[in-house]
């Protein structure tokens, strides 16, 4: 008799030194060729799939899926994020509708549909999802951190300052390690002004994930700004480490070095700026700072 589906996963998976839930894809497919799939197996699959980045043949297993059980709120709600992933955001928007419907106070519905909204530009709905869904969270005694950074998002967008900072130091309270958003509150205070508080979100932007390209440059330039041109080099140095591909880091520690009189270094790192530059237009030392960021 064979062993139930699940049981075979588990065993694949203590064999080959792994958590349950991170199964060998190759190995989990052979399992599952082997008998017939139900629908919570056809999740189990494409959760797996996704997470080795085989999407396309995740989203057929979450489509499996919804076809053998259209009730599966779940199944909607993996399958949307996942399209929000391959870009596909109105039809990630349909997924997250048909989880609302069949499930409507469940949180992750809601900020699913807010991330499809924003990625169509459609901001104001986006908060209205978001808030929602921190408000269900709430409800059941939870905290959201996802939900909290995916509101700040839309609300810089909608040009809330306030409430982009607010959003940024609740996901800071909850998760006071999170580098992308110390990184993008001080991202924001540097854009309103207030270099001090942007510098020490920076310094702490740095010590969570050192391997963090953007408050590195950021606090360079921060740094330089205010004259410690010494500091800001080392800074620009250690951005160029991490990204060496990048000609902002290195038109920046140009600058610093002239301050510094060293007109070489200076001379060198321009040069490298402009080869990396071409055939690509130059870029404002600062533009898109809050780029790959949840700001």
Do not use: C, W
């Not at 049981?7 to 998976?13: D, E, P």
Request: charged fraction near 30%; avoid cysteine; proline fraction near 4%.
């Amino acid at each position: 008799m064979r062993r139930p589906l699940r049981r075979q996963l588990r065993r694949l998976a203590a064999a080959a030194g792994l958590g349950f839930a991170l199964v060998i894809v190759a190995d989990a497919q052979s399992a599952f060729a082997q008998q017939p799939i139900d629908v919570p197996q056809h999740v189990l699959l494409g959760i797996d799939l996704e997470k080795h980045g085989d999407l396309p043949s995740a989203l057929r297993e979450f489509t499996l899926a919804l076809r053998a059980n259209a009730s599966d709120f779940a199944a909607y709600v993996d399958r949307g994020n996942l399209r929000v992933r391959l870009g596909d955001f109105a039809d990630a928007k349909s997924d997250f509708d048909a989880a609302i419907r069949l499930a409507p106070r469940e949180p992750a519905a809601y900020l699913g549909r807010g991330n499809a909204l924003a990625s169509l530009h459609r901001y104001a709905e986006a908060d209205a999802d978001e808030s929602r869904a921190i408000a269900l969270r709430r409800e059941l005694g939870t905290s959201f951190l996802e939900a909290y950074l995916a509101r700040a998002s839309v609300r810089r967008e909608l040009g809330d300052i306030a409430g982009t900072k607010s959003d940024l130091s609740a996901a800071i309270a909850l998760d006071p390690q999170n580098a992308r958003a110390l990184y993008s509150r001080g991202a924001l205070a540097y854009e309103t002004k207030d270099e001090a508080a942007a510098e020490r979100d920076f310094d702490r932007a740095r010590i969570a994930d050192p391997r963090f390209y953007e408050p590195a440059f950021a606090r360079g330039l921060v740094r330089l700004h205010r004259g410690d041109a010494e500091a800001a080099q080392s800074d620009f140095s250690d951005a160029i480490a991490l990204q060496p591909s990048g000609a902002a880091a290195y038109r920046q520690r140009a600058e610093a070095r002239r301050v510094l009189g060293d007109s070489a270094g200076a001379a060198a790192d321009d040069a490298t700026a402009a080869t990396l530059e071409a055939p690509a237009p130059k870029r404002s030392a600062f533009a898109g700072i809050e780029r790959n960021t949840y700001v």
